[in-house]
């Protein structure tokens, strides 16, 4: 009896040393920061922190095809023929749904989600084309030497705002007026890594553009 007592003593210690270290111990918690929608292309930019390798992301409860992802940045395609409106966006990372099947003990900082809405395509008129953005990024650099990376941005009418990080998004307003500007920003690449930028544009109308810079880190 005396045994069995020990035992059971021991077990529930055991579970609540395990519910405090899931609940209470720090963690890289999953986070979705900002999502992009381009009904031309079908796709979907998903922006924020931890994501993890290939994470899992669905919309209003339908499974999305992962294009391409990071830590900080997927793309995935939306199905042919999506309707406008709000949806729940979801995105888990694996360790999220591996624990869950074969554990059944939760990480709820493993998984994130967030509202977007979907416009009609079409239903405000555009009368301008997109901002161009341009790069002086070389496709590859030498590792660990920090090097610069300038980004300009044109418009024809009038650039509302802007995103140029490594790391998730973070607009940045532009003053009234101003069709033309650039910045530039130093980086460092790894060995046998591709460092990715990217830099979204959009003028005042909400014609928005977006450009991908990838570069190499050579040994």
Known sequence: MKRFTAYLVLFLLTLFVLSNSIYA?????????????????????IFGNNFGYNPNVT???????VLE??????????WEGIEPGTYRLIVASRKFLVSNRISGIPQPW?????????????????????????SDA???????????????????KEIGYYAYEPHGVKWLAVDPGITELSET?????KAGEVLKILV???????????????????P
């Open 185 to 189: 920003r130093n980086f460092r690449t």
């Open 200 to 218: 979204l544009a959009c003028d005042v109308s909400g014609n928005c553009s977006k450009l991908l810079i990838e570069v190499e880190g050579i």
């Open 138 to 156: 070389p496709l590859a650099y030498v590792a660990d030497e920090v090097f610069p990376i300038t980004v300009t941005i044109r418009d024809n």
């Open 59 to 65: 919309l209003g409860g339908f499974p999305l095809v």
């Open 25 to 45: 111990s720090p963690h890289k918690r999953l986070e979705i920061t900002s999502a992009l929608i381009d009904l031309d292309d079908r796709t979907m930019q």
């Open 110 to 134: 493993k998984i994130d989600k967030m509202d977007v809405t979907i416009c009609a395509k079409g239903s405000e008129s555009r009368d301008t084309e997109p901002p161009t953005i341009e």
């Open 69 to 78: 992802s990071t830590n900080e940045f997927i793309e995935a395609e939306l």
